[in-house]
């Protein structure tokens, strides 16, 4: 018997949330190693770009509280 996308993401969501955790990390993982360098490297790319940011004082930086604040208002 062979399952499908759907049969297997709707299983998946039905886990408790450490097990998809789990499952996502496992899933990643899979993935092509050369592939993940390159995410990795704009990851790190962004992440000192956004640092950039904040130590010129272009960019102010917000608590979390206020960032999730910010989210709540723009999510229905």
């Given at each position: 018997?062979?399952?499908?996308?759907e049969?297997?993401?709707?299983?998946?969501?039905?886990l408790?949330?450490?097990?998809r955790?789990?499952?996502?990390?496992?899933?990643v993982?899979s993935?092509?190693?050369?592939?993940d360098r390159?995410?990795?490297?704009l990851w790190?790319?962004?992440?000192m770009?956004?640092?950039?940011?904040?130590?010129?004082g272009?960019?102010?930086?917000?608590?979390?509280?206020?960032?999730i604040?910010r989210?709540?208002?723009?999510?229905?």
């Amino acid at each position: 018997m062979s399952i499908t996308v759907e049969q297997l993401t709707e299983a998946a969501l039905s886990l408790p949330s450490e097990a998809r955790a789990l499952l996502a990390d496992r899933l990643v993982e899979s993935l092509d190693p050369a592939q993940d360098r390159e995410i990795q490297a704009l990851w790190t790319a962004e992440a000192m770009r956004r640092r950039d940011e904040v130590r010129s004082g272009s960019v102010a930086p917000i608590s979390r509280r206020e960032a999730i604040e910010r989210i709540r208002r723009i999510l229905p």
